[in-house]
């Protein structure tokens, strides 16, 4: 098994089970299961999720990802007393995530208040191959004594999301005294689940099957002598389909014949075959830093992990949530997190799944079609928080001030519109990097011209310049202003990039080509001050500025808003997240090197970073401007959104884009990946606690890898390959290795050379 990092569980601890259970989730792309403990704790929030599962409960409700019938939870007693961690004492313990083949296991020597000793081993894993597989196994061991061991587990339908139910049961059967199935169909019928379970017990017991109020369980009760060790082995296949070619009958019939496959296998051996599939991730995609901090390679190995883990590389239908498959926050929606901060992992590694994440989009642009035309434009306007369908899922408003009992409209959907950019932005990323000409003939230039046609309509003539009015950028701190600069420069991208492609294509409408014309010599693009800072949009600069350092010291709770309302907020120099900034990292071409460090050095001061996605993109800007300790500083903080000691910081899932922001802070930050006018350049350099760097790149047909130590780079590449490092153009074949002070230059960053308009 390769020599990875493993991620720990540093001790039982209630207040932070559910932090645990996301950040050490088990997932495959297909399904996640959150790592909460086999036996229940009122605190811990059991939750098993298939990706592109969703139903809307009720009229006043959103489509949600369900969370399907639990399988993981086990009553276990011992001696006629219920095992719980709440009471006697812990001896030892052991619980870990080992990312080289995603076993979650935990061992506990546990002391009950009579005075007994047992140890408790549980080990499991969601299947990288097949897919629909979870294995576990759970062992018992008396330690002083014989003992009367109860255990009771099955597939509990009682599971719910936040007290909302969304599956009807249809059917329970027990096969062969040793399996059992439940058959379960969405309240709107739209979606059958069909789970199926495997117990064995490693010695004989008494047992028997019940099946009440929404629960199939196997009992079994048993003597186990003193350091005899007995075994419950629990295999779960759990299927689903929104069509209806077969009956549910046979379909549930395939789903046992399927588990019946793998129990003839074992434990053992499928925890083999899973881990086969992972080792090829590894493999392709691992970035390794040598560091004297232990915790980067385990960040970028929880990130590598959790990447594959959310990501529905099996089927376009569906993308990545904003939670991956490890928690309910946020509805399981799909948002710009996706193509902005997901992506480029993808794009880079894996490319395939990249044009998969972007053929969802196509496949739901009738509804983004539909949104535009409800609202009056053209083209089409991409919900800003998807699901399934194209439809918008952001709720009409939040939750209820419980000052004044009244809920607040929720603006989003309304108004950031930046999403429609975003998106056109990741088609043009993917194409520079593979030039698939395949996708985008026949999906990507239409993706371009749609929402370019969207920009169109929705820019507003004032005296005689186009201006966009009414929007939030990525600042969702700074609602409904006008000309805010994120978007303005990225509709301008999106219109000329239609353009190019079109013309490349040989895509002809004349029509659109004039007005597209006209919109790109027309819109307003906010100009730099003498200083180089832009300005967000077209009021920000004459708002009040205040001390936000107390804020800024607690950045990601969004304090702020104890202090003042939303409205107080949006009339002040208050950021949530990098906005101007945001834009200087997606577009380098369009900003000097001085541009990108006069708008860092001017926000950052007055963003608070209440977004989990803010800091890494400021750590990149930071890199690419030359600071790379100030970078690595930004990163570590990224990484400890979710891997830093606050016991409630993912309670309700991963922040699943600042799993990619980790990445990237890496791979485009201190190596200095980065797509210039759709060429490669690099310039890697190290912040003084890393020795060396290697990772790998998929770079249109060449697979690369890069080992940056000792100031000097090593390019290996299976295809000739052009790329632009250290500001000077190469060509590479076979492995080059290359000493930085031959590049030595007056130049100091990378974040680009002049301005520049070409698409």
Request: glycine letters at 6%; aromatic letters at 10%.
């Amino acid at each position: 098994m390769l020599n990875l990092s493993v991620l720990t569980d540093p001790g039982f601890c209630p207040h932070s089970l559910n932090k645990y259970a996301s950040i050490m989730a088990c997932g495959n792309g297909y399904m996640g299961i959150r790592a909460t403990h086999e036996e229940d704790y009122t605190r811990q929030t059991r939750g098993m999720y298939l990706a592109g599962l969703y139903h809307r409960a009720g009229r006043n409700e959103t489509n949600e990802l369900v969370n399907l019938p639990d399988v993981i939870g086990f009553d276990i007693e011992l001696d006629g007393k219920n095992f719980s961690l709440l009471s006697g004492e812990i001896l030892s313990w052991q619980r870990e995530l080992a990312f080289a083949n995603g076993e979650l296991r935990r061992s506990v020597v546990w002391r009950s208040p009579e005075g007994k000793d047992y140890r408790l081993e549980s080990r499991r894993f969601v299947a990288l191959d097949p897919l629909p597989l979870v294995a576990m196994q759970l062992a018992i061991t008396p330690l002083d004594a014989s003992a009367q061991v109860g255990l009771k587990t099955g597939i509990d339908a009682t599971q719910t999301n936040s007290g909302r139910q969304h599956l009807d049961e249809m059917s329970v059967r027990v096969f062969d005294q040793h399996y059992m199935q439940g058959i379960y169909e969405t309240q709107d019928h739209a979606s059958d689940v069909v789970i199926s379970a495997f117990c064995r017990l490693s010695t004989e017991s008494d047992s028997c099957f019940t099946a009440k109020n929404r629960r199939v369980q196997v009992h079994h009760a048993l003597t186990v002598s003193r350091g005899e060790t007995v075994t419950l082995e629990k295999l779960v296949w759990v299927a689903h389909r929104s069509d209806r070619a077969l009956s549910v009958e046979t379909f549930a019939r395939h789903a046992l014949a399927e588990l019946k496959a793998c129990a003839t296998s074992g434990y053992a051996s499928l925890l083999a075959r899973s881990a086969c599939a992972w080792e090829k991730v590894w493999r392709d995609c691992r970035v390794e830093v040598a560091s004297t901090e232990h915790q980067d390679q385990m960040a970028l190995d929880y990130a590598v992990w959790h990447l594959t883990a959310m990501t529905p590389s099996h089927d376009e239908r569906c993308s990545i949530a904003a939670k991956g498959l490890t928690g309910e926050g946020y509805k399981g929606h799909v948002f710009w997190d996706t193509e902005i901060f997901l992506l480029p992992f993808h794009l880079f590694n894996r490319p395939q799944t990249a044009r998969s994440l972007l053929r969802y989009r196509w496949l739901n642009l009738p509804g983004a079609r539909a949104k535009a035309r409800r609202n009056g434009w053209p083209g089409a306007l991409f919900p800003w928080e998807s699901a399934a369908s194209g439809e918008e899922e952001t709720p009409e408003f939040a939750a209820i001030n419980i000052r004044t009992g009244v809920r607040q409209k929720v603006a989003s959907a309304l108004a950031e519109h930046h999403i429609v950019a975003d998106i056109a932005w990741a088609v043009v990323a993917y194409w520079q990097a593979t030039q698939d000409d395949a996708f985008m003939r026949n999906e990507g230039v239409t993706l371009l011209m749609e929402t370019a046609s969207f920009w169109m309509g929705r820019a507003t003539d004032v005296k005689g310049r186009l201006e966009i009015h009414d929007v939030i950028g990525p600042d969702e701190y700074t609602e409904h202003v006008n000309n805010n600069a994120y978007t303005n420069y990225l509709a301008w991208h999106n219109v000329a990039s239609a353009c190019r492609f079109m013309s490349m294509f040989n895509r002809e409408d004349v029509r659109f080509t004039e007005k597209a014309a006209d919109f790109l010599t027309r819109l307003w693009l906010p100009e730099a001050n003498a200083d180089g800072v832009i300005p967000q949009d077209d009021t920000f600069m004459a708002k009040p500025a205040i001390d936000l350092s107390r804020y800024k010291a607690q950045a990601g709770k969004q304090t702020i808003l104890l202090d003042y309302s939303r409205a107080e907020v949006n009339e002040m120099q208050i950021l949530k997240q990098a906005d101007v900034v945001m834009l200087n990292y997606l577009l380098p071409e369009r900003f000097t090197s001085q541009q990108c460090a006069a708008n860092l050095a001017f926000y950052e001061s007055r963003t608070i970073h209440d977004s989990s996605l803010s800091k890494t993109i400021h750590g990149i800007v930071t890199a690419r401007c030359g600071d790379t300790e100030g970078a690595y500083a930004f990163w570590r903080d990224g990484v400890a959104i979710d891997l830093g000691d606050d016991p409630h910081s993912s309670d309700d899932g991963i922040h699943a884009a600042a799993t990619g922001a980790i990445w990237s802070g890496v791979v485009q930050g201190f190596a200095g990946v980065q797509i210039v006018d759709g060429e490669l350049h690099l310039a890697p350099k190290l912040p003084a606690h890393w020795q060396k760097l290697i990772f790998p790149l998929r770079w249109r047909n060449a697979n690369m890898r890069f080992i940056v130590e000792n100031e000097a780079l090593t390019v290996e590449t299976s295809a000739p390959v052009t790329l632009t490092l250290w500001g000077k153009n190469l060509s590479v074949t076979g492995g080059q290795t290359f000493a930085y002070e031959d590049f030595m230059t007056s130049v100091t960053g990378t974040a680009t050379t002049e301005g520049n308009h070409d698409a």
